[in-house]
Each structure stands twice: as structure tokens, then as C-alpha cells.
């Protein structure tokens, strides 16, 4: 689902509890709340604040322009926070 959304690529993880979906493709748009997305750092909180979905911003852990999302959750909270996700890059401008 993640790569589904506009602007993000996700790699397959290859047995861990979170992944690394690049959002390259998202620099350097603006939120449908009007917020710039300028960083990795600016989309996580963007998309926590219009949302209410949280990851951890790449650039925390030296990979940016991505963001950290942990699968570590039921298949139902996975599928809603990426549903979110997809419509908020749908709605960058």
C-alpha cells in the first residue's frame, strides 16, 4: 500500500519489524494544510498533524528523505495508517 501513494517507494523488508519508504518524490510540495515539505522531517510531522499518522523521520536515523514506519501492529491499523498515508500524498500540491 505504501507504494501505492504518490511519491513514496518502498523497498520489501527482508525480516525486520519496520521499513525505510523513500519519499523523494514528495520533496519540495505542499501539505493540503498548507505545510512546505521541504524535509523527511517536515512530511512526519505534517503527516501526524493532518493524519494523525506517526513515523519517524529518515533523517534520524541518516536516511533521508525517508521515513521509518514499523509493521509491528495488527493488519487493521496497518491498512488504516496507510490509507491515511496515500491520501495525504494524493493531496500534495
Known sequence: MLNAAEGITCPTPDGAFYVYPSIAGCI???????KKIDTDEDFATALLEEEGVAVVFGGAFGLSPNFRVSYATSDDNLREA????QRFCAALT
Open 28 to 34: 519540495g510540495k505542499t501539505s493540503p494544510g498548507g
Open 82 to 85: 496507510c490509507a491515511r498515508i
